[in-house]
């Protein structure tokens, strides 16, 4: 398996613009997990889905966020509109139902400017 | 929420040398992991160490559960062991591992 696969590595764009994160878990897993890693905070989980449904999203910092999981192997994370305060490293991961095999991906570095 | 914190939150070591770190969480959790972070901001699972003791080669964690504590013990220190070091628990069945800020080793060659 290829592991967790994020989309893209980096983005750098301009504020107000609209950002969206992509993740592809490991097959298998049934659950997925977003998180977001600043100095100031670090690792913060936004929001995670079990089976394709979202259970959790009180991480979300607001409505400017939001999350989807169209199917077990696709979830996206967007950004509208974004602001440069969003910029972070944002981080996908993803286990099975009992938390095992708790495997994060790359991470795609979001500046915004 | 669960808090947990990590000690030290800073280690320097010089190569060879041996480590410990500690994780301590303030409820009961049925899931306990360790990641290591490396200088190039991957996060690589090391243990799911809920309670009980394991080793993987120069590491090794344990859990006491009833104390609500955990180990990581780093043997031989390496330079390519720097990094950041985190503990992640989760409280039972609420689906949310929930991170340390972390302990950031530097290991000289």
């Known amino acids: 398996d290829a592991g967790v696969i994020q989309s893209p590595r980096h983005e750098v764009t301009e504020m107000g613009q609209e950002v969206t994160l992509r993740c592809k878990p490991i097959?298998?897993?049934?659950?997925l997990f977003w998180y977001r890693q600043t100095m100031m905070r670090g690792l913060e989980l936004l929001i995670y889905?079990?089976?394709?449904?979202?259970?959790?999203d009180s991480g979300m910092p607001e409505d400017r966020f939001s999350a989807k999981m169209p199917n077990a192997s696709f979830s996206t994370l967007k950004i509208q509109p974004s602001e440069p305060r969003d910029s972070a490293v944002y981080f996908c991961?993803?286990?099975?139902?009992?938390?095992?095999?708790?495997?994060f991906g790359s991470g795609t570095r979001l500046t915004v400017v | 929420g669960i808090q947990v914190e990590q000690s030290p939150p800073d280690l320097i070591l010089q190569e060879g040398a041996n480590s410990t770190l500690r994780c301590n969480f303030s409820?009961?959790?049925?899931?306990l992991q360790w990641f290591h972070q490396n200088p190039w901001g991957q996060l690589i699972n090391l243990f799911y160490?809920?309670?009980g003791t394991k080793q993987n080669g120069r590491l090794s964690a344990t859990t006491v559960a009833t104390e609500r504590y955990s180990l990581l013990y780093i043997s031989s220190s390496q330079t390519t062991d720097s990094g950041v070091y985190f503990c992640?628990?989760?409280?039972?069945?609420?689906?949310?591992?929930?991170f340390g800020q972390g302990t950031t080793l530097q290991v000289k060659p």
């Open positions: 160490i809920p309670s």
């Open positions: 097959s298998g897993h049934n659950s």
């Open positions: 992640a628990v989760e409280r039972a069945n609420t689906g949310k591992l929930i």
């Open positions: 889905f079990n089976n394709n449904v979202p259970i959790d």
């Open positions: 409820d009961s959790v049925n899931n």
């Open positions: 991961a993803s286990s099975t139902a009992s938390g095992y095999g708790y495997t």
